[in-house]
């Protein structure tokens, strides 16, 4: 057991800790009640001082706190002491590492799909996404269909046909959903052991991924969002930058909320010589991108026929380097020596140390350590707009993605055209295409919220082993949406047959290759069920 000398702390300094911290007497606790400027405030102070967190509160901060009262009610008084000492650390020793320290749950509404890309690009943050597969888009918000209406196009002369359009879309939405209800019925009979309620959510959701790519990129949705102050304030120094008119609205959203929280922590976005020089250096470096770019590759310019994945590039030593990085912690040898040695190997061996470092994984979510990140692969991916919202939400790896727009073509799922759908679908495409080409002259940006999600979207993805095994192995479920499924698959092949990293890919033991299954959520409704009825 471990020896902890435990504080002595009279009894009124008891009882002033007990508000705010989650035990007095064990070397493990939590901070309570307290904004996240003053916890930040806290650790910065702290990570200088000899005391410990809870002495140093007590002789540095509670002279400032508002400790009367209710014992839940947040001591909001120290805001200003916290406030100065984080200036003080942040603005005179540029102690970024404190803006880690302090967190906000925020709650961002009515967010086009064009947005949450947006919102959900930085890897130090958590997200959670309204999902097209729960949600059904016939429904109206405040007598209207849910789509983002861009205030500088409704002010346009293209304002009344571009709301008419949509609307047009929204309808073909919800009058396909019975007609895909009673295919996947007449499809897939209820199993007499399902419940009414497992079997009618796993034929709607079927129904609803089958039509979600009529649904164009300005349908809203809703996304939780937790971040750390430097998160946060990296997320909106991009925003406020970007050319999409919502984002650089909706920074200003977030930022006037997130100061009624962490305000220190985001006092550098609006500052001259700071936040703002920032977001001109981005918007200036983006600008002679695009200009540097159609010198090169003018615009007229047709991409040439490619495969849905491209392995574009991989380390054909990667399975030596792999091996070596597995062993390089067990030695006390310099990493060339070990290479050497794994050089001098036979398949065999190379394979005994793989299966040792892996070990037995009995599900997915038994993943090996970091030695999995010394090997990296790079797809180019040519996908529908829904696969890609699913695919670049896997925030370790690195993303990059081309502007939506519908020269690539789009993807019809069979089953609309089984169910007699198919004319009614390739008509909400074209209505598509023909909005998005009057708005993209004069709003080059805006035009991708006419695009439906069935349209295709070109993006790279490079990402390393052990990020793979867990994208892959996710989403190739048979539970998956069929259109970022197949790119899971395809992925895993060219892993195995193109870079000839077999032992790579045998790693990803729980990648599903078969086909289609019937209802995809219907094992997790029934399980779901299970346990809704066995609390």
Request: charged share 25%; net charge negative.
């Amino acid at each position: 057991m471990t020896v902890y000398v435990a504080e002595e702390f009279s009894e009124s300094e008891e009882d002033i800790l007990r508000r705010y911290f989650t035990n007095l007497d064990s070397p493990v606790f939590a901070l309570v009640n307290l904004p996240e400027v003053v916890k930040g405030a806290l650790f910065a102070r702290y990570s200088r001082s000899p005391k410990s967190l809870r002495r140093l509160f007590l002789d540095e901060f509670v002279g400032d706190l508002d400790i009367a009262g209710d014992q839940t009610i947040d001591a909001t008084v120290g805001l200003r002491r916290a406030e100065e000492l984080y200036d003080k650390v942040f603005f005179e020793y540029g102690d970024d590492s404190v803006a880690q320290l302090g967190g906000v749950h925020l709650a961002c509404e009515q967010a086009s799909n064009l947005l949450t890309k947006v919102l959900e690009w930085g890897r130090l943050m958590s997200y959670l996404e309204q999902s097209t597969r729960y949600i059904a888009y016939d429904a109206r918000i405040g007598g209207r269909y849910r789509f983002y209406r861009d205030p500088g196009i409704l002010n346009s002369p293209l304002g009344t046909r571009y709301v008419g359009e949509m609307d047009r879309l929204f309808d073909t939405y919800a009058s396909l959903l019975p007609t895909l209800n009673d295919f996947f019925r007449e499809q897939f009979p209820k199993d007499p052991s399902d419940s009414d309620f497992v079997y009618r959510q796993a034929v709607r959701a079927k129904a609803f991924d089958a039509l979600r790519g009529i649904l164009p990129a300005a349908s809203l949705s809703n996304v939780g969002i937790y971040g750390t102050g430097q998160a946060y304030e990296a997320l909106l120094l991009r925003m406020r930058s970007h050319p999409l008119p919502e984002a650089r609205s909706y920074a200003d959203l977030m930022l006037h909320e997130l100061r009624k929280v962490i305000p220190s922590f985001l006092k550098r976005i609006d500052l001259p010589d700071r936040g703002l020089a920032w977001g001109d250096y981005l918007a200036t470096n983006r600008n002679a991108m695009d200009e540097i770019a159609d010198q090169f590759f003018p615009p007229t310019e047709a991409p040439e026929p490619a495969p849905r994945t491209v392995l574009v590039d991989f380390d054909p030593d990667g399975e030596v380097k792999l091996v070596t990085a597995m062993l390089y912690a067990h030695t006390n040898l310099p990493e060339t020596q070990i290479e050497a040695q794994v050089r001098k190997m036979t398949a065999a061996e190379r394979v005994a140390v793989v299966e040792a470092y892996v070990g037995d994984r009995s599900n997915r979510r038994h993943r090996p350590g970091r030695a999995l990140e010394r090997v990296d692969y790079r797809f180019d991916v040519l996908a529908d707009y829904g696969a890609f919202r699913d695919l670049q939400r896997h925030r370790m790896l690195t993303v990059e993605w081309q502007q939506l727009s519908p020269h690539h073509g789009f993807e019809m799922p069979e089953a609309v055209a089984l169910a007699g759908a198919g004319a009614e679908f390739e008509g909400a495409m074209e209505r598509s295409a023909e909005l998005y080409e009057l708005l993209e002259p004069d709003f080059p940006a805006a035009a991708s919220y006419a695009v439906c999600l069935a349209y295709k979207i070109r993006f790279s993805m490079q990402m390393n082993a052990r990020e793979a095994m867990h994208m892959l192995e996710l989403r190739s479920g048979p539970q998956g949406h069929p259109a970022y499924r197949i790119v899971a698959q395809e992925m895993h092949k060219l892993i195995e047959e193109q870079a000839g990293h077999h032992a790579v890919a045998a790693m990803m033991r729980f990648v599903d290759h078969e086909p289609e299954p019937a209802l995809e959520r219907l094992d997790a409704e029934r399980r779901a069920e299970s346990r809704r009825q066995n609390k």
